[in-house]
């Protein structure tokens, strides 16, 4: 159980188009969705946190209008890379944050998803 | 500000050996504390979660402690496979907040 997909694995793209991932919880609804960034040899790094309904809160640093987040509903979340350039390459990453009965101190990953913006 | 260290050197073991992994953080009082494993180009696999009123906790192989007082946690692998080899992230979190990461420790255990 609590298993979290993310759609595409990997893509690659021209500088100056947007790119859009999907994250899906498949078998539990989701409170909140989170999305990270991970550079080589390096941590994950909080984007943003989103909640089904509401607007998505950027970690200081973050470009809102650069990064869209939707949280249509409580199994899907979805960041958009708008115009994006070949420093946006990097590794993004989701998790969920599950409804009761799940532990909701813990957060489940998605697979992740490679970008490279040539 | 909040900061996580974990071991920045990889650690190699030797198969049927214990793996120790340390987190320590700074300003910083976090309710849980959680262990994930990250394999080249995967996300984040949880393993362990630990209360901040909880000094250790197990799970099969793993074994978790959380010293409030030192601000550290060790992570312990019994009994290492090869297969145990991956990226080892400690994150810290409050009720309800984010997580947050530290850099990872790799683990190399050869058979």
């Known amino acids: 159980g609590a298993v979290v997909s993310q759609h595409p694995s990997w893509v690659i793209c021209k500088s100056g188009t947007s790119v859009k991932i999907e994250c899906r919880s498949l078998?539990?609804?989701?409170?909140?969705m989170f999305w990270y960034r991970q550079f080589p040899k390096q941590s994950l790094m909080l984007m943003a946190t989103s909640n089904e309904g509401s607007k998505a809160t950027y970690e200081q640093g973050v470009e809102k209008d650069k990064f869209l987040i939707n949280h249509a509903s409580l199994t899907l979340s979805t960041l958009t890379v708008t115009s994006a350039h070949p420093e946006d390459s990097s590794f993004y990453i989701c998790?969920?944050?599950?409804?009761?009965?799940?532990?909701?101190?813990?957060?489940?990953f998605g697979p992740g998803t490679r970008l490279l913006v040539l | 500000s909040q900061k996580i260290e974990q071991n920045s050197e990889a650690l190699n073991i030797q198969e049927g050996k214990t793996a120790t992994l340390t987190c320590n953080y700074t300003n910083y009082s976090p309710a849980y504390l959680q262990w994930y494993r990250q394999d080249p180009g995967r996300g984040p696999v949880f393993l362990l979660l630990i209360r901040e009123n909880e000094k250790e906790k197990r799970k099969e192989r793993l074994k978790v402690t959380f010293d409030t007082t030192l601000k550290q946690s060790l992570f312990h692998i019994t009994a290492s496979q090869p297969a145990d080899s991956a990226t080892y992230l400690c994150a810290l979190s409050n009720q309800g907040g984010k997580l947050i990461f530290g850099q990872g420790t790799e683990l190399s255990v050869k058979p």
């Open positions: 078998d539990f609804q989701a409170t909140t």
């Open positions: 998790s969920a944050r599950p409804h009761f009965p799940l532990p909701q101190e813990t957060q489940y």
